[in-house]
Structure formats: C-alpha cells, structure tokens
C-alpha cells in the first residue's frame, strides 16, 4: 500500500506508455498483432505492407506519436497516395488505415472521429476486380483435350480438374491430402485448415467445407494418383494429393502448373502465332509469360461464372467456394452481357414458370 494509505501503483504501470504517445511504427505493430487471432497471415502481410507504407510517411513529415494525427494529415496521405496509385490500389490501401485508426480511437491514442476523415474511393464494382479469367470455352477445350488423350491424369490435368469443378483457392488446392480426396462410389474432397503443419486456408476452420465431385472428374484423379503422383511426405510427415517430386509444392510451384496447363497449345494453334516446339514460354519458368495461361485465381474467377451461367444459385456457389454472395457478385462472376440475359431466362423458366398458373384469373381462387 502506499504512504497516502490509497491503492498502490507499481513502478510497472508508472511506466506504461500513453497510447498517444506510441510511434506509428509501434501502433502498428501492436495493431497487427491484435488482428492475428482473426487473420490469415495473408492478410496480415497485406496489412503490415500498407501500413509500412503510412508509418514511413509519418515519419517523413515529422509525425512522431499517433497522438499528433490530425484530420488534414489522414487526407494529405489520401492526395499523396491517389497520385501514386490505381483507385482500386487505393481503396484497399484506405480500408486498411481506416480500421487501424478506429483501433487507435478505442484505446484513446487518437481523438474520436479522426477515422472519419479517411477517405474511401467510390469505386464501381466492377472496377474492384480484374476481368482476367479462365474463359469457359477456353476450360472445356483444355478438359476435353485432357480426358481424351495421352495427357489424361497427368498432374497438370489432375489440377486443373480440381481447380474448375471445385472453384477453390490455391491455397486450398495445396493443402490437400491424399487422405482428405475420397474416390469411392460417392467422391468428394475435404478442404481443412491445419496452420501449424503450414497449410492454412484464407478463411481458417471457416474455409473447411466438404466439396462434391463429378464421377469423371474421380476417374482423372483415381489414374493420378495411380500412375503419376509421387509418393512423398512433406516436411510434417504428411502426404499431398497434389505433389512435387520433393513434397508439398510451394504455391508458387501451384502458379507454375496452372500456367503450363492452361495454355492453349496444348490442344490447338497457338493464338499469339508462335510455333509450340520453338516458344520460350512453354518453358515452365516462363510459363506465366504465355498471354492465354492463367493463374489458379482466374481459374476460380472462370469457375464461379460458369457455374452461375449453368443456373446454380449464388447461394450454392458461395458454399461451394467458400465465398460470400456479396463477394461472388463483386469480384468473381464475370459473365458478359449475353451470358447474364440467359441466366436470367433459364432462371425465369425453371423458378417463375410454374408459378403462371397460380396467376390465372379464369379460376377462382380462394
């Protein structure tokens, strides 16, 4: 107890520092290490970029506490930056500084209502993402290429099989087991999170989900696992279903197989006029060079738009791929115009059609 006979305070809370008085640098480490609880490490990486990027602005102008933040510094950041990069760039850059400063406002680092001077840009959705995708004759090319030659079950196609009937991430693909990818009379995959053996998945234990899968889509991976993949372990003793030569393939090995497994020479003419025995870019370090390959991410992009235009409900595609409506409707379903009109036409025939009849005025309804 202390002398004046009040409760006593330890030399240890004489010493905490004020929430105003933290560096940029140091409320945002603080910041981030709040969101790991919540976040994938993707995201965090995201996060911590951005954010690098303000606290060295801070920095460069004399900003030494969060506490001297004011109004006109978040919207001199905003000028600066709008400058520099695309508003889609932006947006993502604004989101990230707004809920750190409404972090800093709960502790009281920084006055309420400083968070409302972050600019947002008010961007159209369809500004929000790239229209790059798989095209879905493209995909239907290269599977049918696929299941009816010498190529069938190759990992290249096992992925790509995968990749479009499912609509998972790459990440998800990768964290795949042998044991999580059942092939019996009913197949389907299981996509788990498991962080501490390095495969998490974007949306943690919310991303587990069983997923369905076609008998022919099985049947190329029965021959996969069969004939052609090799029988490792990876560094935590587990067996990946999709697998390099030496275990679990980096995501960037992932990219690389995606790229060499979309090109469209593999079944037809080159549409860039290149000669397929004579093109660099059919070289799996230069694959991701090649104009018509493409990515696991607008492979998913392609998948999530061909299941919407053969009539599954958004609500059904969300579950399937792990993704919210509101998500799938903004950034992933890239139909042209033609392709939506007939969307909503099947969708009229098989969900309005029979609800005519109960529209007739010639019989007396109750």
């Known amino acids: 107890m202390g002398g004046n006979g009040g409760v006593g305070v330890s030399e240890r809370e004489r010493q905490r520092t004020d929430p105003a008085e933290w560096e940029p640098a140091e409320a945002a480490h603080r910041y981030l290490r709040r969101r790991r609880a919540d976040a994938s490490e993707k995201s965090i990486d995201g996060w911590q970029y951005r954010l690098k990027l303000f606290t060295e602005w801070c920095e460069s102008v004399g900003i030494q506490y969060v506490g001297d933040l004011k109004r006109y510094d978040l919207d001199e950041f905003y000028e600066l930056r709008s400058a520099e990069i695309e508003p889609v760039t932006l947006e993502g850059e604004m989101y990230t500084l707004q809920t750190f400063v409404e972090f800093l406002e709960d502790l009281g680092?920084?006055?309420?209502?400083?968070?409302?001077?972050?600019?947002?840009?008010?961007?159209?959705?369809s500004e929000r993402a790239s229209d790059t995708k798989l095209a879905t004759d493209d995909a239907l090319a290269l599977l049918r290429y696929y299941r009816n030659s010498d190529q069938r079950g190759r990992r290249g196609h096992a992925l790509l099989e995968l990749a479009w009937l499912t609509g998972a991430r790459q990440g998800g693909l990768?964290?795949?087991d042998l044991r999580d990818v059942h092939l019996n009379e009913t197949p389907w995959v299981d996509f788990r999170h498991r962080p501490d053996t390095s495969t998490p998945l974007k949306n943690k234990?919310?991303?587990e989900r069983p997923v369905a899968l076609p008998e022919e889509v099985a049947d190329v991976l029965r021959i996969y696992q069969r004939k052609y993949r090799y029988d490792v372990r990876d560094d935590h003793g587990r067996q990946p279903f999709l697998a390099a030569r030496n275990g679990r393939p980096t995501e960037n090995t992932i990219r690389n197989w995606c790229y060499m497994a979309t090109q469209p020479c593999v079944h037809s003419e080159c549409p860039h006029g290149k000669n397929r025995e004579t093109c660099d870019w059919v070289d799996y370090t230069h694959s991701s060079k090649c104009p018509s390959s493409r990515s696991?991410?607008?492979?998913?992009?392609?998948?999530?738009?061909w299941m919407l235009n053969r009539g599954w409900p958004p609500e059904d595609v969300a579950e399937r791929v792990n993704a919210s409506v509101q998500t799938i409707e903004n950034h992933y379903d890239k139909a042209d115009l033609s392709e939506r009109r007939r969307r909503l036409r099947n969708r009229m025939e098989k969900r309005r059609r029979p609800l005519l009849d109960q529209l007739d005025i010639s019989e007396t309804n109750e």
């Open 109 to 125: 680092a920084v006055e309420d209502g400083v968070s409302d001077a972050i600019r947002i840009p008010d961007l159209d959705p």
């Open 205 to 207: 234990i919310g991303g």
């Open 174 to 176: 990768r964290a795949l």
């Open 296 to 305: 696991p991410h607008p492979v998913r992009t392609g998948a999530i738009t």
